[in-house]
């Protein structure tokens, strides 16, 4: 789950099935209790038909939050970091960053740090589209150091200027959770 609406969409198929929770948030779900195995084929089953699939060993779970924090952090914070990327998913997660990033890094045959720069360019793509912001206020929002570095990494990750992009009439811009 990487979006509000896919906590509503996971609230709604629990509740249709009648399945009792503790909570829902961005990336995991606490149920009251564990599921008949007819209820979890049920559950699997109404999840695997929204694009969604429960996720039950450790690092794949740890894989998925790291994903979830990113893409919150990048598309519903606008990037509100205290510290450093590294600092706060070893805060959210209570574990060294040195080890969500092989873990990560061994999974997805990516970084970290790409992922996060991939979701901020797809932010910078969505906000371009809109034209309601500046470059420049884009740069301020998604804390980039200057425009500049916004559009170096803008072109290094989609061969285009950000300008460039603005006047394509096929804006090419990407699912956030299939990056």
């Known amino acids: 789950m990487v979006c509000p609406r896919c906590k509503i969409m996971v609230q709604a198929i629990l509740e249709a099935l009648k399945i009792p929770y503790l909570s829902i948030n961005l990336g995991e779900i606490e149920l009251k209790g564990a599921l008949d195995a007819k209820k979890e084929e049920e559950l699997n089953e109404q999840f695997q038909a929204i694009g969604f699939e429960r996720i039950k060993d450790k690092k794949s779970q740890t894989i998925e939050q790291i994903k979830t924090l990113i893409i919150d952090l990048v598309h519903h914070q606008d990037n509100a970091l205290e510290s450093n990327l590294s600092a706060y998913l070893s805060k959210h997660l209570l ?60 072109k290094k990750v989609t061969t285009h200027t950000p300008t460039y992009f603005k006047q394509l009439k096929d804006k090419q811009r990407q699912q956030i959770d299939k990056l």
């Open 95 to 154: 574990q060294s960053y040195g080890v969500l990033s092989s873990l990560f890094s061994e999974a997805e045959n990516q970084t970290i740090e790409h992922f996060y720069i991939a979701q901020k360019i797809e932010k910078v793509k969505e906000l371009l589209t809109y034209d309601e912001l500046t470059l420049s206020e884009i740069a301020l929002k998604l804390n980039y150091s200057s425009v500049a570095h916004l559009s170096r990494q803008f």
